[in-house]
């Protein structure tokens, strides 16, 4: 069954400090991986998007990695700001995607910035 | 910012009452969907579109229906609103399949009473 588990479920870290989230997938094979960023009442909003062959890919403070090998990536923040509080979730799409039908989501690690 | 909207952002309403919740967006997006979000869990897909005229049902069993008369709106009824019902809607449109990018709309949020 296609999978993708998400770690910690919860993270609380002060502001200025590092984090990395992880995500586990058992999706294969598959065509993209995605991280989101989802404020509290609020639709996901993109982060990273990326492809099988990609291994890491930035977006400012954030960078993504991939290993398609151990089917594993993460997401590093760099120098937390409080509005870093959100709930980040991981997304992959299985390859041969039925549109519409193929995303499999994480449930998401909740960061909270603390000042 | 994307250029997907949803109406109403928060909505409360008695048992047995029939709700639409609206979506649209501005992009000329043919591909559209609704997702279910409960508190603390991952999204399930409960309806999508390819286009004008084409409905699909989701991964997740869903009593709502959705209609795609025009390519910018895809709303989401529910005939008979129960308890069970209330949970966080969010719709989503991509340009190509889902594979590409996705733009989230800021999402519904269903209390049924």
């Known amino acids: 069954k296609n999978q993708v588990e998400q770690s910690p479920q919860s993270l609380i870290i002060l502001e200025g400090k590092n984090c990395t989230l992880q995500?586990?997938?058992?999706?294969?094979?598959?065509?993209?991986l995605r991280w989101y960023k989802q404020d509290t009442g609020r639709g996901p909003v993109s982060l990273t998007i990326?492809?099988?062959?990609?291994n890491t890919k930035s977006n400012g403070r954030y960078t993504a990695t991939l290993d398609a090998d151990t089917k594993q990536s993460s997401l590093h923040i760099t120098a937390s700001q409080l509005s870093d509080s959100a709930s980040y979730i991981c997304v992959v799409t299985p390859a041969l995607n039925q549109a519409g039908t193929a995303l499999i989501f994480g449930k998401g690690t909740t960061l909270s910035v603390s000042s | 910012e994307a250029d997907i909207y949803q109406t109403p952002r928060y909505l409360v309403i008695g048992t047995g009452k029939k709700i639409t919740l609206e979506c649209s967006q501005t992009m000329g997006h043919d591909k559209m969907y609704w997702y279910q979000q409960d508190p603390g869990m991952e999204l399930h897909l409960i309806h999508y579109s390819y286009g004008v005229n084409s409905t699909e049902k989701g991964d997740l069993s869903s009593e709502s229906t959705v209609s795609r008369i025009r390519t910018e709106h895809f709303p989401l009824t529910l005939e008979s609103a129960r308890p069970s019902h209330t949970s966080q809607y969010l719709c989503?449109?991509?340009?190509?399949?889902?594979?590409?990018?996705?733009?989230f709309g800021q999402g519904t949020r269903l209390t049924v009473v």
């Open positions: 995500c586990n997938y058992t999706v294969s094979p598959f065509s993209n």
């Open positions: 989503a449109s991509s340009e190509f399949e889902l594979g590409t990018e996705a733009f």
């Open positions: 990326m492809t099988f062959s990609e």
